[in-house]
């Protein structure tokens, strides 16, 4: 058994000390989340009862990919955004196009950021990008707060030192200094971006917590909805609230789903009249068409060796579906007979997760239902992607006050502010995908022995 390995099994050991039974500080701790703005729709954003364990080592390995992969992914929106060939290959809608033109005023092709990866000992594999909404900080950050304290925690503490990982602060930091890359000399008064009930869900109460950090730093900052936005006299408002910075916690695909380019954010946006953090051409990351481009090596060849590697080492294999020829280690294949012939590796992904489409995993259709999925993709932006084996992990649940154990999937998203890595987060899910109520956040701790 490995080190980390012994750290949760003692972890899970002090917890079945107390007996099956749900012990006292259980509902003390949900008590504190209520408190804390943790509980949506009556459920904690945190299911489990222990936090998810990165041993130093890993948590430096993760660091180290997450900061080229994020290299790596603004040096393919910078080019893509230069290149009509490469940016017709992104799958953009029109309007889409327009908006990732404007130059948002600041240098940083993304401010904030986070990425989806599985990490498994020494390796990390990278599954998705939440590029520029990071979800997962604030509550993280609380949850490692309230975690660090309980009795198991301390108990746990005797023998293993634990050490929390980033949080609102630096994402606080970025925001500003993009502003004031932007030009803005004065103090900002913040919007945060999102959509209002009934549109509400589970990650835009995570911005009202954002605003309370903002406040407590000394800044004024409401949440504010797309539509209760004005545009007048070069002034973007909210009511009588007017807006230097706004942080946008709705993605493109969304706000131009019920939105056209005459809005009030896009006209003062194109004005420059109002620093958008992150901008929409960091929207460019949300599509999984950017996997493609990473993981093609004429588009990637002359990328520093460093970035090559971690996209080598950690993305898996994706091309857009169209009927093409295209490389699969270094042979060229027909691309639709290849899906066809490898659904037991292969899993099709909409380009934009923002859309309704489903996804398809091969291991889990037959070849008739393979056949259709195919079908789908080719109608609509879909990518075709090597599948990441899930790793499931124990976690301690309370169901009917007893603690069982659940085997869960962890996406570790190390948090990238202007580039470099100031922590992560964890979300967890069954791997059977889909709403579950073991759905949720894990606070995240780096585990080291003392």
């Known amino acids: 058994m490995t080190q980390l390995g012994e750290a949760i099994a003692r972890y899970h050991k002090i917890l079945e000390s107390g007996g099956h039974k749900t012990p006292d500080w259980v509902p003390q701790l949900r008590e504190q ?22 041993s130093r080592r890993q948590y430096t390995n993760l660091a180290k990919t997450a900061e080229c992969l994020t290299a790596a992914i603004d040096r393919v929106r910078t080019i893509v955004l230069a290149n009509p060939a490469l940016l017709s290959r992104m799958e953009l809608l029109p309007a889409e196009k327009m908006l990732a033109s404007v130059d948002p005023g600041y240098s940083w092709p993304t401010v904030t950021a986070l990425l989806d990866t599985q990490v498994n000992n020494g390796s990390v594999h990278y599954t998705d990008s939440s590029a520029d909404l990071p979800y997962g900080v604030v509550y993280g950050e609380i949850l490692a707060d309230l975690f660090y304290e309980t009795a198991p925690a301390k108990e746990f503490r005797k023998r293993y030192k634990l050490a ?16 004031k890359d932007f030009g803005g000399k004065k103090k900002p008064q913040v919007g945060i971006l999102e959509f209002k009930p009934p549109f509400q869900t589970p990650e835009s109460h995570e911005m009202e917590l954002l605003a309370q950090a903002i406040r407590a730093a000394g800044y004024s900052a409401q949440t504010v909805s797309p539509d209760q936005l004005e545009y007048r006299e070069g002034v973007l408002r909210s009511g009588d609230f007017a807006i230097d910075l706004l942080f946008r916690g709705v993605t493109a695909h969304e706000f131009l789903l019920r939105f056209d380019l005459l809005h009030p954010l896009v006209r003062a946006y194109r004005d420059r009249k109002v620093c958008l953090v992150n901008s929409f051409r960091s929207e460019l990351s949300r599509k999984k068409a950017l996997l493609a481009l990473l993981t093609d090596d004429d588009v990637t060849e002359k990328f520093p060796s460093a970035e090559r590697k971690a996209i080598a080492d950690s993305i898996p294999w994706t091309r857009m579906v169209v009927a093409s020829k295209t490389k ?23 380009n934009d997760d923002s859309s309704e489409q489903p996804s398809f995993d091969g291991r889990q259709t037959d070849d008739a239902a393979w056949e259709r999925a195919m079908k789908t993709a080719l109608r609509a932006p879909y990518v075709v992607q090597e599948r990441v084996e899930p790793m499931p992990v124990p976690f301690p649940v309370e169901t009917y006050g007893e603690i069982v154990m659940r085997d869960l ?30 759905t949720g956040v894990a606070p995240t701790f780096i585990l080291e022995v003392k």
């Open 409 to 438: 999937v962890v996406d570790v998203q190390p948090q990238t502010f202007l580039g470099k890595v100031q922590g992560c987060s964890s979300r967890i899910a069954p791997a059977s995908g889909g709403f579950s109520s073991l």
């Open 328 to 350: 699969y280690k270094n042979r060229t294949v027909d691309l639709i007979e290849f899906i066809q012939k490898h659904r037991d590796t292969l899993v099709l992904k909409p």
């Open 33 to 54: 989340m209520a408190q804390r703005g943790l509980v949506l729709n009556g459920r904690p954003v945190s299911p489990v009862l222990r936090p998810h364990f990165l």
């Open 164 to 179: 929390k990982t980033g949080g609102s602060k630096a994402l606080i930091a970025a925001v500003l200094k993009a502003y």
